[in-house]
């Protein structure tokens, strides 16, 4: 899932940054500079919403960027993250499938040197139409 964000940028002292996202409760963040900062930010939204996916919350509507309201001296940047990139990412262990198929073409594959596992998550991906 993709989703994107208005986050608003703080600036602290020595040069920090403090991040929030208005329509995300407890999804804040911050960085050692600007870079830094948009980098924790991306992280921090992309864990939050990743999160809410995994309890079955419902994923708040992003606001449109002219109706974020900031204070003196902040500022407000539209942050875009992928949810299924982070979970390839942090999901891909391994677990064990139980699979049926006829004897026949066991033996047939297993003659072909055929790496079950490997092609039955190749098969699936297809099926799916996932790229990767």
């Known amino acids: ?14 040069g920090l940054f403090s ?16 870079s830094d900062a ?5 992280d921090v939204l992309c864990l939050c919403l990743y999160g809410m996916e995994q309890d079955g ?13 900031v204070e003196p001296g902040e500022f407000t940047s539209i ?3 992928d949810t299924e990139t982070y ?19 066991n033996e047939q594959a297993e003659r072909a040197n055929v790496n079950f596992s490997q092609t039955l998550q190749q098969a699936l991906k297809d099926a799916l ?4």
Not at 19 to 34: A, I, S
Request: glycine content about 2%; proline content about 8%.
């Open 57 to 69: 919350k419902i994923i708040p509507a992003a606001s449109a960027p002219n109706d974020v309201v």
């Open 79 to 81: 942050l875009a993250v």
């Open 19 to 34: 991040v929030r996202f208005p329509d995300l409760e407890n999804c804040v963040t911050c960085g050692d500079d600007l």
């Open 38 to 42: 948009i980098f924790m930010a991306q």
């Open 1 to 14: 899932m993709k989703y994107t964000y208005p986050a608003i940028f703080t600036p602290e002292v020595n």
């Open 87 to 105: 979970r390839r990412f942090y999901e891909n262990k391994s677990m064990k499938k139980t699979l049926t198929i006829p004897v026949w073409l």
């Open 129 to 132: 139409h996932i790229s990767q």
